[in-house]
């Protein structure tokens, strides 16, 4: 344990404080029923009047008292002064501002007699506030693992995003060379190459048919279709030379 305490007072003077010339503070303390009582005194000179040679002693005692924990090992304790300082307010008051400072080890546990008699049998009394700390520690990781085994379950259950096949993909993007293919095998064998025509605007079989050269029922068997439609896409044969 170590704090830091601030003390403040105002000492009344009986006559006017013009300037200090010297001043000193001394303290004394005791430790009783868990507690740190003392005393601060302020000692020094001073001058009353501007004018003034002659120095006037003051003496003023300021006490104090500072309540312990209960866990706190008194035998360790210490005292110390960290800052003093001091103003003069009005024509005949002192404001003193004290720093001081106390420091101890705490105690893990403390030995107690078992069973009532002279002899040095003793067990140890477990900390209470470090057990209370522990237990909620443990909990803590406990609620983490916890946590942790939740967030993978759901992970492992969360369903799988399948990619898009290429193969699918491909088989979808070729289904139309797929039938035009199926064409060419039901089609005459004397046909071993084609040529694949897309239909323009304005455009129909029997023009198609003298475009390429070829009878206009032959072209609307081999495609299987009576009609057109702009942007169709036919098959024309070739017959092999």
């Known amino acids: 344990m170590f704090i830091k305490i601030p003390f403040e007072s105002t000492l009344d003077f009986k006559t006017n404080i013009y300037e200090i010339t010297k001043m ?6 005791n430790v009783s029923g868990g507690a740190v009582l003392g005393n601060f005194y302020v000692t020094g000179e001073y001058r ?13 005692t300021l006490p104090f008292e500072v309540e312990l924990r209960d866990d706190i090992d008194l035998d360790t304790l210490e005292f110390n002064i960290e800052d003093f300082s ?20 705490e105690r ?35 609620q983490e693992k916890e946590d942790a085994k939740v967030e993978k379950d759901l992970e492992e259950t969360k369903p799988v995003e399948e ?3 290429k193969e699918d993909t491909e088989r979808i993007t070729k289904e139309q060379e797929k039938t035009i293919m199926e064409t060419i095998t039901s089609s005459d064998d004397t046909f071993v190459t084609y040529h694949v025509h897309m239909v323009k605007e304005s455009e129909t079989m029997e023009s198609i048919a003298t475009m390429y050269s070829i009878p206009t029922s032959l072209l609307q068997e081999y495609n299987n279709v009576d009609t057109i439609s702009l942007g169709d896409k036919i098959l024309i044969p070739k017959v092999d030379e």
């Open 163 to 165: 990619e898009p096949n």
């Open 108 to 142: 893990k546990g403390e030995l107690i007699d078992t069973d009532g008699d002279d002899e040095d049998v003793f067990e140890e009394v477990p900390d209470v506030e470090l057990q209370r700390e522990m237990a909620e520690l443990d909990e803590l990781v406990s």
């Open 86 to 105: 001091y103003t003069i307010e009005g024509e005949n008051q002192l404001k003193v501002n004290i720093e001081y400072s106390l420091a101890a080890e």
């Open 24 to 29: 000193s503070l001394e303290h004394d303390y």
């Open 48 to 60: 009353s009047h501007e004018v003034s040679v002659n120095k006037e002693p003051f003496k003023f």
